[in-house]
């Protein structure tokens, strides 16, 4: 499939700009309840990413 390398590369490069984007408030936040919340929306939405990633490249390669 000839597809594969240009199909995959945008979604690589959307993956390395949100883990930048979730690791920097974790980082930022002093407050230790604030930081637990939102370490838990960040694990979450980086588990969205995953499916979303995982059904992308299911649909090139088949």
Same mark, same amino acid.
């Given at each position: 499939?000839?597809?594969?390398? !240009? /199909? %995959?590369?945008?979604? *690589? +490069?959307?993956? +390395?700009? +949100? *883990? +930048?984007? &979730?690791?920097?408030?974790? %980082?930022?936040?002093? /407050?230790?309840?604030? %930081?637990?919340?939102? !370490? ?6 980086? *588990? &969205?990413?995953? *499916?979303?990633?995982?059904?992308? &490249? ?5």
């Amino acid at each position: 499939n000839n597809d594969a390398p !240009t /199909s %995959t590369a945008p979604v *690589v +490069s959307t993956v +390395s700009s +949100s *883990v +930048s984007v &979730i690791n920097k408030p974790v %980082t930022s936040t002093t /407050s230790g309840k604030h %930081t637990l919340n939102t !370490t838990l929306i960040n694990c979450t939405l980086s *588990v &969205i990413n995953i *499916v979303i990633i995982s059904q992308c &490249i299911r649909s090139v390669y088949t």
